[in-house]
């Protein structure tokens, strides 16, 4: 998790970000390279580039072949320029896909599987606060009057 502190005139705003992507290599010439891999981001990068996520040296990948992304609750791959098509479950692909858990993505002589993935929403501080003080009605409505009374001096 990581956690931000913004002060926006004068008032803490706390973010959280946490985002997860799970994939598991499946097939690869290379048995070295096969098993289940997590980051903790919501962009990775597969390639023969050493500074790819998902490094794959010595193989007929482009640099960065292609990467995946969770944006919102949805996780989706692009591919790099360069390259002609990925295989989705079979399906030849030739540009940007959205991907669930299960799918597989083939491509030279490699293939994943997509595990899990997830995004959670940033959260203020704001917006915790006013789904706490949403539930007290329920929880706790001897509170009621003093959140009243609260509320007239602001």
């Not at 981001?41 to 996520?53: F, P, R, T, V, W």
């Not at 992304?69 to 295989?87: A, R």
């Not at 599987?113 to 959260?123: L, M």
Request: aromatic residues 10%.
């Amino acid at each position: 998790m990581k956690i931000r502190i913004f002060h926006l005139l004068s008032n803490p705003l706390i973010l959280y970000n946490r985002y997860m992507i799970e994939i598991e290599v499946i097939q690869s010439q290379n048995k070295d390279f096969l098993g289940t891999y997590k980051f903790h981001k919501n962009l990775i990068y597969i390639g023969s580039n050493h500074e790819a996520d998902l490094y794959f040296p010595k193989s007929c990948l482009g640099h960065n072949h292609l990467f995946i992304e969770v944006i919102h609750d949805k996780l989706i791959t692009h591919l790099h320029q360069e390259v002609d098509h990925i295989l989705v479950n079979g399906k030849r692909t030739t540009n940007f896909k959205t991907l669930y858990s299960g799918d597989k993505i083939s491509f030279s002589d490699l293939e994943f599987k997509i595990k899990r993935f997830k995004h959670s929403e940033i959260i203020t501080k704001k917006d915790l606060l006013n789904k706490a003080a949403a539930e007290i009605p329920q929880t706790r409505s001897e509170l009621i009057p003093i959140l009243s009374k609260l509320s007239e001096k602001t």
